[in-house]
Every structure is written in C-alpha cells, then in structure tokens.
C-alpha cells in the first residue's frame, strides 16, 4: 500500500533587517499619536527591537521626557518604526524668511510651525496652524521643518552643520543654551498643561480672534473624525447658533440614506474661508499642496514629478505616497490673522 507522504517542514518567516538608524543605542526623534502631541518630535534612543514576531516595533527612552516627576526614569515606549526617525539636521545661522515652515523648539519638542513675522534681532512670530496662535522664538530655537522620507532628508541640508556627523546638537543642551528674552513672560510661552495643540486651546484662540461667519458663506470645515483628520471639506453656513457654533451642509459628503447633503453642527475653529483659486502650470518637487481624495483636500508635499502633468503627493500624517492628476492639486494655503498665506511662495510675497 502507498506510503503515506512526509509533512513538508515549514519555511521560517523572513525577518527584515533593522534600518541603520533603528538599530540598539542609535539616537533618533520621537513622535508621538496621542492626542495634542501629533505632529510634535523628541529626542530618544533606540533600546532594542521588540521580537522577531513583531520586527517593526521597537523599545526607545526619551532624553528628555521622564515617567517620574522628580527627573530620574526617563520614559520608555514601544512604538512603530514609522513613529523613528534619525535626528533631524540643522543649519549653521541660518537666515529664516517669512512664511517658512520650520520646527519650533519647545517644552523639550519640537512642534511644526511657520514664520508669520520678523521681528528682527534674530526674533520670529511662529503660527500653529491647529492652534491658530503665534508665538515668539528665537533664532536658536528654529530650524527648518524636514521630512524623512524613503532614507533621506527632504528638502536636503544646505548648509553643513560642523555637528552633522555626531547628529545634532543634544535637544537638552539647546534647551540650556536658549536664553528667554526677560521682557517676555513665561504665559506668553507656556501652553495650557504642557500641551501645545489641545481643542480647549482650539476654541479660546478662535474666540480671541473673533472669526464670524454669515448664512449662506461658503467655507471650508475640518474633520476631527478618525480616519480623516486634517482634511478641509467644502461646505455652506446654515444658521448661527451663537457660541462659535454653527450648522453648516456640505457640498460633497451625503447622508446616510443619499436622499440629501449631510448638514451638521461644526465649531467655528473647525471653520475657515473658502480658499480663492491660485492658477499654477505645473508643480514644483517639494512643493506644500492639498490633493483632492475622498471628497476632501489633505495637506501633502510634492515628492516626485511624473510625466503627462501627474504627481507623486507624500502624506506626513500617514506615512503614505499616492499619485494626483494636475487637476487634483491646488497650492496649499493657510488663513493666518484674517489673510491667506502659501508657505510654498514666501519668496514671491
């Protein structure tokens, strides 16, 4: 009778290797989901990688944030490798221009901002946009804003650091080597709880700044929803309910049910003016856009030029690349003290 056939010895699963700058005792920055910290990173150091069953997480301790409030336990987490990054050059006086984005050194992070003022003797008025407040900085606690993107640095350094080599400096030696000017109070820097981008900051900002909108003007509303926050959709006011609250229908997104335009009850902070239309013959590599995805526009950064007036669009809060016709894109904008400011034509204004 026939034998019955041996069991095939299972393959071992492939282990990729660990990216140069996440390998054991590398220092990289941190960034960090929870909430009112997105978009902000901190220095650390790569402790080890979690296990083989588990190659893109790893163990990293901050330099800088501790779990005890005597200053003793640094912190450690176990994050996604997409949460690591290597330090993130800095050039040697570098002259900052209005409307530059740049990463703002603050509570021992660094926060993603944009010039909004010169002040002059080396001062700048930095904008937040999830915040709508400006704060002042010194020039030693700016640097211009980069992303790491597939294994480089984008836009390049244009300048080499003398530091560039070892890193950058040590986040905790710039935090000792900023000096606040005595003329400014420390309530002018500090933000509620040591958290920059919180909603209650949100609304007191819009409240101080007195944003009003009227029935029947047409805007744009930011989602706060998982899934689709930081995109604008295009809507009209309905009615004021008073309190920064209005109830606003959308152009684009529907009910359930497809009978109507969704309509629902948004703050004012979540609300800004239609963007007027920039006409652009073709888009530039690094150049800051909203693509059209989804019914909704998300901020992006032009990461490649393709033939046939299409591009390759990165995506910072996902990590991700997709591709846009020319018709898809338009130059992002941001509404900063009642005006429109494009980040991408600083030189220009």
Known sequence: MPRKPKPKPKSKPTIPPIPPHLKAGKQVEISSDDPGYRGSWYAGTVIRRVSSKDPNKFVVQYTSL?????????LRE????????????????????????????????????VITEDLGKGRFLVYFRPTKEQIEFGEKELRLHRE????????????????????????????????LDSNQSMSEKKLESNNLLTEE???????????????????????????????????????ALGRDKYIIQYE???????????KEEADAVQIRPYPPETVVDHYKLLEE?????????????ISKVLPNSRYKVYFQT????????HSQLRLHQDWIDGKWVVASQALKL
């Open 66 to 74: 501790f779990k005890d409030e005597e200053g003793k336990k640094p």
């Open 78 to 113: 176990v994050l996604d490798a997409v949460n690591l990054r290597p330090p993130a050059p800095k050039e040697k006086a570098r002259k900052f221009r209005f409307s530059e984005k740049v990463d703002a050194f603050y509570n021992d992070g660094w926060w993603e901002g």
């Open 148 to 179: 790491w993107v597939d294994g480089v640095w984008k836009p390049p350094l244009e300048e080499e650091d003398d530091n560039t080599s070892k890193g950058m400096t040590s986040d905790k030696g710039l935090a000792e080597e900023i000096k």
């Open 201 to 239: 900051k949100l609304k007191s900002n819009n409240s101080r700044t007195g944003e009003k909108f009227s029935e029947g003007m047409r805007v744009e509303v930011r989602s706060d929803e998982d899934g689709f926050k930081g995109a604008w959709f295009a809507a009209t006011i309905v009615e």
């Open 252 to 262: 684009s997104l529907r009910t359930e049910d497809d009978k109507d335009f969704l």
């Open 289 to 301: 856009v909203d693509a059209l995805y989804n019914d909704g526009w998300w901020v992006g950064v």
């Open 318 to 325: 996902t990590s991700e690349e997709l591709v846009f016709d």
